[in-house]
């Protein structure tokens, strides 16, 4: 068709190019002659900005069988060191799979039990596993909610039937959706706070469509960033020339640390090629078999896993490591912009939007959200700069900002209808702040 036309002008958009040994954008369309990266969209606030999570396990780095293991269905399991490319591929412990929706679920019970979330598994059987490990750490909600997990791949009927629920902001379920490839791309996940990846991703190209599934911004529905909770090293990629947006924040917790943030695979592998249809191939798991032309897969369990010690990372608006603490470098970036607390505080009483000073403040490498979690304290905005950056007192909305207000009675002086409107904006802010 391209040839046919070929006296008209090409033009080429995709958010994804694709420059691999057998397909190439640029050697069609040339050098691209206007680029908008992922940081720029952050930046100019038609993206969500996002954090990383990055969560090793004891066995990550390798593990060994105990001479004659066998297996949940009696197979020897074959003596050789296993490491992060086999897991799941060509054996499964059922106790790494636990810590995973451990650690999934210890987030979101301190974040939000309904902030959408997609968990990239390495194949359907995988994906197939997945939910039943998440089911039993959620059983409160999973036994009032049939479908508060749901498995959502390309064998599974009942779960092709979930993606326009999953998508919908108005529907509250399916809140964790666990699958392999069906949601990397082809699909507007506008509400997913949480992309959970427990899959080797070799791809630069399927990294960047995974990590698109949480770029989309609803400020109104209270979606303003998202986080990567990495199983896998795939944010390695992070490292890559060829991507364009690094994150606000990486975190490596260690095996007591909550997974809460405070404040590459070097030779891909051509079956986890991204695809760029609507619905992406699932790739087929070899499972129990005689035939010895083809590798078995091993389910072990019984086998100690656990959380390895990392270390915590931050990186700044410019994408560089922040080497200083983060107290100091959040300082030192408002006071930039106000010399002082009374600079602060006028344009702060003179801003009809206090969402859009707070923006500016992002723009300029202010982690809010990120010093927030840091301090550890339910501290708005304002409160939260006046005390960082001028060592004022730090008041809680909760606790403090609000109960002063109502032991003054200062309302009183209103009429009973002003003082329900009064009243219920007091209560709002309590329960969400300023934004």
């Not at 059987?125 to 508060?148: G, V």
């Not at 909760?398 to 003082?419: D, H, I, L, P, S």
């Not at 904006?425 to 309590?430: I, M, N, Q």
């Amino acid at each position: 068709m391209l040839d046919y036309f070929e006296s008209a002008t090409h033009i080429g958009l995709t958010a994804t190019p694709k420059e691999t040994k057998d397909v190439s954008n640029i050697a069609y369309y040339g050098e691209p002659v206007y680029t908008y990266s992922l940081k720029q969209g952050v930046l100019d606030g038609f993206l969500a900005p996002y954090k990383v999570v990055r969560i090793t396990t004891s066995v990550d780095e390798g593990w060994r069988p105990t001479q004659g293991l066998r297996d949940k269905y009696g197979f020897e399991v074959e003596d050789r060191i296993y490491n992060l490319k086999d897991y799941d591929r060509n054996i499964t412990i059922d106790e790494r799979t636990q810590l995973v929706a451990q650690k999934i679920t210890e987030y979101l019970k301190a974040i939000d039990r309904f902030a959408k979330t997609i968990v990239f598994c390495v194949d359907i059987d995988h994906a197939n596993r997945m939910p039943m490990a998440l089911i039993n750490e959620n059983a409160d909600l999973a036994s009032k909610y049939s479908n508060y997990v749901v498995k959502i791949t390309g064998d599974d009927e009942v779960g092709k039937m979930e993606p326009d629920n999953f998508t919908d902001v108005e529907e509250r379920f399916p809140v964790i959706a666990t699958t392999s490839k069906m949601l990397t791309t082809g699909i507007d996940t506008k509400m997913v706070k949480l992309i959970v990846l427990d899959a080797n991703i070799g791809s630069m190209t399927e990294f960047k469509q995974i990590t698109g599934r949480g770029t989309r911004l609803r400020e109104k529905d209270g979606k303003v960033y998202f986080t990567i909770i990495d199983f896998r090293k795939a944010t390695n990629h992070f490292a890559d020339p060829d991507f364009y947006g690094n994150p606000v924040q990486v975190y490596e917790p260690d095996s007591v640390e909550t997974p809460v943030p405070p404040d590459v695979d070097e030779n891909p592998d051509p079956d986890f090629e991204g695809s760029e249809g609507n619905i992406n191939p699932e790739p087929t798991n070899i499972d129990i078999t005689d035939d010895p032309d083809l590798p078995r897969k091993y389910y072990v369990n019984n086998v100690a896993v656990s959380v390895s010690t990392e270390r915590v990372q931050y990186y700044g608006a410019d994408g560089k490591l922040i080497t200083e603490s983060l107290k100091d470098y959040t300082r030192k970036n408002i006071k930039k912009e106000f010399s002082s607390l009374d600079a602060f505080m006028r344009k702060w009483s003179k801003a009809k939007k206090k969402q859009e000073l707070i923006r500016e403040l992002a723009e300029q490498g202010t982690l809010l959200e990120v010093i927030k979690e840091e301090v550890g304290k339910d501290m708005d905005a304002f409160d939260l700069v006046c005390h960082i950056a001028f060592d004022q007192p730090p008041l809680t909305r909760k606790k403090e900002r609000v109960n002063n207000v109502r032991k003054r009675n200062y309302f009183a002086k209103y009429g009973e209808t002003a003082q329900r409107v009064i009243n219920s904006l007091l209560d709002k802010y309590e329960q969400e702040g300023i934004v």
